[in-house]
Nanobody
């Protein structure tokens, strides 16, 4: 069973920054695309960002483009989400996500086979 352990959430003022981390338990981490999704109260879970297995390509939701950066360190089995210029609309539980199949994309909820436990991000105005 794949374990995804997130950390780094918290409370931040509008305009501030946070960095989320997600540690993956697989020895073959470097073969898997990784993604971040978020879910705000009363809303559906939505795609935020994804990074290919090699780290060469990244993908972002329009709402976070230019403010968030996804990256990965394959030597540490970890994917990161650097969030800047945060607004109250970014308040949500953020989930790390991945697939069971190597090289499979995780840019929609239907693509995801494994989810992290979620980490709360709250942005105050």
């Amino acid at each position: 069973q794949v374990q995804l352990v997130e950390s780094g959430g918290g409370l931040v003022q509008a305009g501030g920054s946070l960095r989320l981390s997600c540690a993956d338990s697989r020895r073959t981490f470097s073969s898997y695309e990784m993604g971040w999704f978020r879910q705000a109260p009363g809303k559906e879970r939505e795609f935020v960002a994804a990074i290919t297995w090699s780290g060469r390509s990244t993908y972002y939701a329009d709402s976070v483009k230019g403010r968030f950066t996804i990256s990965r360190d394959n030597a540490k089995n970890t994917v990161y989400l650097q969030m800047s210029s945060l607004t109250p609309e970014d308040t949500a539980v953020y989930y790390c996500a991945t697939a069971a199949t190597p090289y499979k994309t995780v840019r929609a909820s239907l693509d995801v086979d494994y989810w992290g436990q979620g980490t709360q991000v709250t942005v105050s105005s």
